[in-house]
């Protein structure tokens, strides 16, 4: 028995020497590539054009197409660092290292990283200084509730409420404030809302 314990043992090591040396599969590779680095470019900006596109499904609540202060595009940097380690089952809404975007607009919230690519959509409600979060894909049932804030130009949201991704929207929305997109922001020049 031992002799098979070993034998798994050295496979995993070895698979995961493997995937350790291995360069990201499918996962935007930073610095300056030439023409792949354009390619890469286009790409970012037409995941997140497609993403401004769409209009949620209404899961849990109605969508409310309602302009409130917040409106407009934020951008932030997460608080980790390091490799992103390619997976295909990762859990949505991980706050991965890199370059965060955030669209409020009309009642719809849209959320990408432009790393991995990974995008959610969902309905905003606003009021006062409360939003709350329902229709998102990633947690159907799931509604989460928010106090924030936005001065000078940076906008901090405080979770009251929200179970959504095992907590994960929650840790990723409120880890570091998000600054109000100004062009140039991010791949925000090409395109339209933000």
């Known amino acids: 028995m031992s002799g098979n314990h070993s034998r798994q043992t050295s496979f995993i090591l070895m698979a995961y020497l493997v995937l350790l040396l291995m360069p990201d599969a499918g996962l935007p590779q930073s610095g300056n590539t030439g023409s792949n680095s354009l390619q890469t470019q286009n790409a970012v900006k037409d995941l997140w054009g497609e993403l401004l596109q769409r209009k949620p499904y209404p899961y849990t609540i109605p969508l409310v197409a309602k302009s409130a202060g917040l409106d407009g595009t934020y951008e932030k940097k997460a608080k980790n660092e390091g490799a992103i380690v390619p997976c295909r089952r990762c859990p949505d809404w ?6 965060w975007k955030l669209n409020l607009n009309q009642g719809v919230y ?11 959509i969902g309905t ?10 329902a229709n998102d894909p990633s947690c159907i049932k799931g509604i989460g509730v928010y ?21 994960l929207r929650a840790l990723n929305l409120t880890e570091v404030p998000w600054m109000l997109c100004q062009p140039p922001c991010s791949e925000s020049a090409a395109t339209s809302g933000g």
Not at 94 to 99: A, E
Not at 110 to 120: A, D, E
Request: glycine share 6%.
């Open 94 to 99: 991980m706050p991965y290292p890199g370059i």
């Open 110 to 120: 849209r959320i990408y990283h432009r790393v991995t690519g990974w995008k959610s």
């Open 124 to 133: 905003c409600i606003i009021a006062d200084n409360r939003i709350i979060l």
């Open 147 to 167: 106090t924030w804030e936005l001065e000078a130009g940076r906008l901090i949201f405080e979770v009251i409420d929200d179970e959504c991704a095992v907590r």
